[in-house]
């Protein structure tokens, strides 16, 4: 099938991430989310950055975090996560250094 | 259905204050929250732990339960149908759909049961019953070499589904993806509409693609170029050669200059990976390799380059 649009206006990614705009301009405030354009009538979202906004929603409803902390917890964990990714990546380069 | 112990759970005593059961049920989700924990467990284990929360939270909820767990946890089975007759109040979700909630849970404070996601679709939905249908996440795997040009994909995925009579099962899909030339390892895919049913006229869920590239036996990916080792004999190494190097393209000859060095890299240009501006590129990186065994002729050949030849290799080691 034919992918859809994957860009987004406010009012769109409110309805795909079933949030109130409140939420997504705190997420722009924190830094979180970084939409393309000057205001809210021509910010344009891309995918990742509904599931950014989904993820954030999650972690300030399951842990209770305030949307500062979110921000830190976010970027932390996004880091984590790209050094999780190169370390594998260095450990299979190092393995086929290494075997034989 | 077994008996659900909320205070195991969480970790503590029957008598726990509000206050101590809040800490825990923190403690315990940032350590099992999906978004946050890597323990092949989480999503299970942060159910769970979601549940037994949700009823110790809530006062009238709790003192249904300890009633419950004092006079009914050993013959549990035979209370239930007495116990979901008495309450018949709908839960109204806060952290789940209450669908994510174990039989244990509804037959105590109603709301029908739904199987948790299948396996492969991960993420847990989000979305109360009377907006649109739950949202799928699921990884899809991509080789290298389908991200050279955009190609068409079938992706297989569980979903709840919901019949006539409100029961609901899992159902598996398939849909064909196109996926754009380019694409990267983490990218994002939405395809609207195709996640989960939604309640009455609310519309379905949408489905998430994670893009995950498939380790190649072959090439290792380092941004947009790709990285290949070639093993090289140690005369080939010292004397050069010429080689037959794979790419994700077909074979291309390589020429492997005399004189050269394990972790020396070559770069072969506009053969890595596709980018929007234009291809990456292609490294060979070479390792010199010993044969596993050496004949007597050959052991009588190396003896006359080691007498022939003066080189130290450890030279770093004596300033």
């Known amino acids: ?100 | 259905m077994d008996f659900q112990d909320y205070y195991k759970t969480l970790s503590v005593a029957p008598d726990a204050d509000s206050k101590t059961i809040k800490t825990a049920y923190r403690k315990l989700a940032r350590k099992y929250h999906p978004d946050v924990s890597e323990h092949h467990e989480a999503e299970e284990k942060f159910k769970e732990i979601a549940e037994a929360y949700e009823v110790l939270k809530d006062s009238k909820k709790r003192a249904q339960y300890d009633e419950l767990r004092e006079y009914g946890a050993q013959g549990y089975g035979q209370q239930q149908n007495q116990s979901q007759g008495g309450s018949g109040q709908q839960y109204s979700q806060s952290s789940f759909d209450q669908g994510d909630f174990s039989d244990f849970f509804s037959s105590i404070f109603g709301g029908a049961h739904q199987p948790g996601q299948g396996a492969g679709a991960h993420g847990f939905s989000t979305q109360s019953a009377a907006r649109k249908g739950q949202d799928i996440e699921t990884d899809m795997p991509i080789f290298l070499e389908d991200t050279l040009a955009t190609t068409s994909k079938p992706i297989s995925y569980s979903l709840p589904h919901r019949d006539a009579q409100g029961r609901v099962s899992q159902v598996n899909k398939t849909l064909n993806v196109k996926i754009p030339a380019g694409i990267v390892d983490g990218e994002r895919i939405r395809l609207k509409g195709q996640g989960g049913q939604g309640l009455g006229d609310a519309p379905p869920g949408d489905l998430y693609l994670r893009i995950r590239l498939v380790p190649h036996p072959l090439f290792d990916v380092e941004a947009h170029n790709l990285i290949i080792t070639v093993p090289l004999a140690p005369w080939e190494a010292a004397l050069g050669t010429s080689l037959e190097l794979p790419t994700l393209s077909g074979k291309i000859k390589l020429r492997i200059p005399a004189n050269s060095q394990t972790g020396q890299r070559l770069r072969i240009k506009g053969k890595g990976l596709v980018r929007k501006d234009g291809h990456g590129d292609l490294y060979a990186v070479l390792k010199v390799v010993m044969p596993d065994s050496v004949s007597e002729e050959s052991k009588q050949h190396w003896q006359q380059l080691a007498d022939a030849t003066a080189f130290d290799p450890r030279m770093e080691w004596r300033k």
Request: aromatic fraction near 8%; glycine fraction near 4%.
């Open chain 1, 1 to 100: 099938m034919e992918l859809n649009a994957q860009y987004f206006s406010l009012e769109e990614i409110c309805y795909a991430t079933q949030s109130p705009s409140q939420t997504i301009i705190e997420l722009i405030n924190q830094g979180i989310v970084e939409p393309e354009g000057s205001g809210p009538e021509t910010w344009i979202f891309d995918t990742q950055m509904i599931t950014v906004t989904k993820k954030a929603c999650r972690l300030h409803r399951d842990l209770d975090i305030d949307w500062s902390g979110i921000a830190l917890a976010i970027s932390l964990i996004e880091e984590l996560e790209q050094l999780r990714d190169e370390n594998q990546r260095l450990r299979k380069r190092l393995e086929r250094f290494l075997d034989q």
